[in-house]
């Protein structure tokens, strides 16, 4: 009886340490899940922004942004330089940053899967909101003879960044003056390489998709007199008509040096995201963005504002996002 007594302590002994070590083995299973870049909660460490070109406003302004985001959430946030829009989309597609400055235009076009998207759409980005009008310029010297849109025939034109939001506005603004990139001898630069090369003379003209003033164009405009082509106001109703993301747009006069106001286009920059970002990561960053902009150096940072936080934004809204807009009684026009 003793030695059965025994065995039975033995075997409940046994059965208690194999339940321990399956917990165990059962919490740090649990814990390899979770992967390492988070905290208890599931919040990210780091979060990576895409911008664009140094020489742009998309760079400086999202470094002003990743800070006040990184302040407000403790989260550490990058901005990081890029090519822009479209590359921007494609890589919050394939998860290799979690925020993208992108224009509008370029964002709806990933989503529907047309222009340079077409037959890849896009199913994981989201829209955090919409920041400033991004106003598309085209950019000579005053004494290249290039007047009009027309003018661009024959010439040597920097038309973007290869995967650039530019590259389409460009495309788009000589479709409806009859012309396609066939008709100029087109380029694929950056906004520094582009005045870079008007100042050389190794090109005639340059397409900026930017804010104004944009810096690089600045920079331009103090070693030699710029100006900027302007669209004719009929054009521009039609481009709207036809793209409804566009909006009429006026570069006022003393801007570059200009004599006379210049009448053109804009799209919206947008801050976008993607979608398997947490919902309280994203509704603590985006009241980080809009209540802290007034804070901010930028001149573009007064245009980013609660009120036009969902003008132009032609994709869904994280869920985070939209939380902090209802919460703010903002909603889109």
Do not use: W
Request: net charge negative; glycine share 10%.
């Amino acid at each position: 009886m003793r030695n059965k007594n025994l065995f039975s302590k033995a075997a409940l002994l046994l059965a208690m340490i194999l339940l321990l070590a399956a917990c165990g083995g059962n919490e740090s299973g649990n814990n390899a899940d979770d992967g390492e870049s988070t905290d208890g909660e599931g919040e990210p460490e780091f979060l990576q922004m895409l911008t664009g070109g140094t020489s742009g406003t998309y760079y400086p302004l999202g470094g002003e942004m990743a800070t006040n985001i990184s302040d407000a959430t403790g989260i550490e946030t990058s901005a990081v330089s890029s090519n822009a829009s479209a590359d921007n989309v494609i890589a919050l597609q394939e998860g290799e940053a979690e925020l993208a400055f992108v224009q509008t235009d370029v964002v709806a076009n990933a989503v529907e899967g047309v222009n340079a998207f077409d037959g890849n759409p896009v199913d994981n980005v989201l829209a955090v909101g919409s920041l400033y009008p991004e106003t598309i310029q085209i950019v000579t010297t005053a004494d290249s003879g290039i007047a009009t849109v027309e003018d661009l025939a024959g010439k040597t034109v920097s038309v973007g960044a290869p995967g650039s939001g530019t590259y389409i506005n460009a495309e788009q603004i000589l479709e409806v003056h009859g012309m396609t990139m066939d008709d100029i001898d087109a380029q694929n630069l950056d906004f520094s390489e582009s005045t870079g090369g008007i100042q050389d003379g190794n090109i005639d003209a340059a397409f900026i998709t930017a804010g104004t003033p944009t810096g690089a164009v600045e920079g331009l405009s103090a070693t030699i007199d710029v100006s900027i082509i302007p669209i004719a106001q009929e054009k521009v109703d039609e481009m709207i008509q036809q793209y409804p993301y566009y909006a009429a747009d006026t570069i006022e006069a003393g801007t570059y040096g200009l004599e006379e106001e210049v009448t053109t286009v804009a799209v919206l920059a947008m801050l976008a995201v993607a979608e398997d970002v947490p919902e309280d990561t994203v509704y603590e960053l985006t009241k980080a963005i809009y209540e802290n902009a007034s804070s901010m150096a930028h001149a573009k940072a007064e245009f980013i504002k609660l009120e036009s936080a969902l003008d132009g934004v032609g994709i869904d809204v994280h869920p985070g996002a939209q939380k902090y807009f209802n919460e703010e009684g903002v909603s889109a026009e």
